[in-house]
């Protein structure tokens, strides 16, 4: 049974960082794509970064480029958001996804493309 469970979330004033981990089990991390989507209350969730299986290809939405990196660890089975100068607009409960694949570059960035979900982490950011 895959489970990802997210971690790092958090208050943070406006400006600041936070770094967001998800832990894989159940399955080797290697074997898939990993995204990370995030919603707002009141809003759909929407896509905020994506990686390749190998890592080798990420895609990052137009709100989160030049701020979030994602990365991954596959000997730890593990994925990464590293999200720097933090804005308002970014509050929400950030998601990590799965969904296997045979491309070593392919990357989902609609949520339906995923097939395993966390249990979401909340981001405040305060002005």
């Known amino acids: 049974q895959v489970q990802l469970v997210e971690s790092g979330g958090g208050l943070v004033q406006a400006g600041g960082s936070l770094r967001l981990s998800c832990a894989v089990s159940?399955?080797?991390?290697?074997?898939?794509?990993m995204g990370w989507f995030r919603q707002a209350p009141g809003k759909e969730r929407e896509f905020v970064a994506g990686?390749?299986?190998?890592?080798?290809?990420?895609v990052t939405a137009d709100s989160a480029k030049g701020r979030f990196t994602i990365s991954r660890d596959n000997a730890k089975n593990m994925l990464y958001l590293q999200m720097n100068s933090l804005e308002p607009e970014d509050t929400g409960v950030y998601y990590c996804?799965?969904?296997?694949?045979?491309?070593?570059?392919?990357?989902?960035?609609?949520?339906?493309?995923?097939?395993?979900w966390g249990q979401g982490t909340q981001v405040t950011v305060s002005s």
């Open positions: 990686i390749s299986r190998s890592g080798g290809r990420t």
């Open positions: 159940g399955r080797t991390a290697s074997t898939s794509a």
């Open positions: 996804a799965l969904e296997a694949t045979f491309s070593p570059l392919w990357v989902g960035v609609q949520a339906a493309q995923y097939d395993y």
